[in-house]
T-cell receptor, first 113, second 116 residues
């Protein structure tokens, strides 16, 4: 049973526009959420995270929004650039423990010229 | 600094053969994770170690899979016998504080396994 779901396997956005990647989770005990970015033939790399005590975290062009009541988070990329084309994985974890990350299935973002 | 190093990068093997994937974590990291990436399930955690001790192996799919960490700088994931459905990318990752609480884990480049 997938506890972290990314229902859109792919997304295509024009350069300069906003990219919005979505993620849903089922376990209300998750209290820390992360986004990882993966280029072909490379391992995933950490992008941005958010704690459940916040509803927004911003880092440059990347902003993550968390809606705890809906068990939903989203990653906004503004403006999108061709170099952002990659697979984005949403992940969730529990704070206070040295525990594992539970990942979604990923969304492939393609930023077109 | 060297990142997480995995070998082999690519492996093609016949069904029934034994496959051994290797990982060298980042020096000083005391958590090591093995993940498997498939289209259907994304990144699944197979097993993780803390200070060379297996902590959670609930993600290991079957008894055909085994993992060891004989010392702080080396781990193996073994599949015996291998089956076509094991074809996937296997990632090793390490961390100095575990994967919870927003602590970043660092991934290797992956081992692409194809079982024919």
């Amino acid at each position: 049973d997938q506890q972290v779901k990314q229902n859109s396997p792919s997304l295509s956005v024009q350069e300069g526009r906003i990219s919005i990647l979505n993620c849903d989770y089922t376990n209300s005990m998750f209290d820390y959420f992360l986004w990882y970015k993966k280029y072909p033939a490379e391992g995933p790399t950490f992008l941005i995270s958010i704690s459940s005590i916040k509803d927004k975290n911003e880092d440059g062009r990347f902003t993550v929004f968390l809606n705890k009541s809906a068990k939903h988070l989203s990653l906004h990329i503004v403006p999108s650039q061709p170099g952002d084309s990659a697979v984005y994985f949403c992940a969730a974890s529990f704070t206070g423990t040295a525990s594992k990350l539970t990942f979604g299935t990923g969304t492939r973002l393609q930023v077109t010229l | 600094d060297a990142g997480v190093i995995q070998s082999p990068r690519h492996e093609v093997t016949e069904m029934g053969q034994e496959v051994t994937l290797r990982c060298k974590p980042i020096s000083g990291h005391d958590y090591l994770f093995w993940y498997r990436q498939t289209m259907m399930r994304g990144l699944e955690l197979l097993i993780y170690f803390n200070n060379n001790v297996p902590i959670d192996d609930s993600g290991m799919p079957e008894d055909r899979f085994s993992a060891k960490m004989p010392n702080a700088s080396f781990s193996t994931l073994k599949i015996q016998p291998s089956e076509p459905r094991d074809s996937a990318v296997y990632f090793c990752a390490s961390s100095s504080t575990g994967g919870g609480g927003g602590n970043t884990i660092y991934f290797g480049e992956g081992s692409w396994l194809t079982v024919v």
